[in-house]
């Protein structure tokens, strides 16, 4: 099947803990990016990757960090300066304009 | 940069109802303009798009209408279903440059 995989569905970290969040496309698209998903917020940009080794901070870029070594791959880390991370992340990857995206990973600070 | 509006937030109608949500953007640059429907527990998927080369795009029960001069566009579904039941996101970009600016979503309820 082709197309995102976010792993994992949900996860949970403790206050101070960085955590990782995977997220990987075999469709072959150069573009790729983060969302965040808040309740009544919409998605909001968080890191985006229109190619390999190279990124650029979204909108709400702090408290997170990123890499892009492979073009199928794109993680996100969440890390213990981010002071509200409870949420819905979303990994999407686009050719032209068309996003697709991936089902999510709900994290819960506990 | 750019700014998209997104109305109503949450929208009720009876199965077989038509339903309308309407978003604003705020940069005469962005020409892209699609809709993503968002079921629960799942990614968003996108369900119809138009540029600002068009007025009107239609598919079975959608359609999204676009008025470039006022920056606003429309998403209309007819003979609503129970299925149609999702939250729906409007976005907008400069067509094959810039990101995807999304509303916040209205979430629509299809009584049977």
């Known amino acids: 099947d082709g197309g995102i995989t976010q792993s994992p569905k949900y996860l949970f970290r403790k206050e101070g803990q960085n955590v990782t969040l995977s997220c990987e496309q075999n469709l072959n698209h150069d573009a790729m990016y983060w969302y965040r998903q808040d309740p009544g917020q919409g998605l909001r940009l968080i890191y985006y990757s229109q190619i390999v080794n190279d990124f650029q901070k979204g909108d709400i870029a702090e408290g997170y960090s990123v890499s892009r070594e492979k073009k199928e791959s794109f993680p996100l880390t969440v890390t213990s300066a981010q002071k509200n991370p409870t949420a819905l992340y979303l990994c999407?990857?686009?050719?032209?304009?068309?996003?697709?995206f991936g089902q999510g990973t709900r994290l819960t600070v506990v | 940069g750019e700014n998209v509006e997104q109305h109503p937030s949450t929208l009720s109608v009876q199965e077989g109802d038509s339903a309308v949500i309407k978003c604003t953007y705020s940069?005469?640059?962005?020409?892209?303009f699609p809709w993503y429907k968002q079921e629960l527990g799942k990614g968003p998927q996108l369900i119809i798009d138009i540029r600002s080369n068009v007025g009107e795009k239609k598919d079975q029960r959608i359609a999204v209408t676009l008025n470039k001069t006022a920056k606003h566009f429309s998403l209309h579904i007819t003979e609503t279903q129970p299925e149609d039941s999702a939250v729906y996101f409007c976005a907008a970009s400069e067509w094959s440059q810039g990101n995807l600016i999304f509303g916040k979503g209205t979430k629509l309820s299809v009584k049977p």
């Open positions: 940069d005469s640059a962005s020409n892209y």
């Open positions: 999407a990857s686009s050719i032209r304009n068309e996003a697709f």
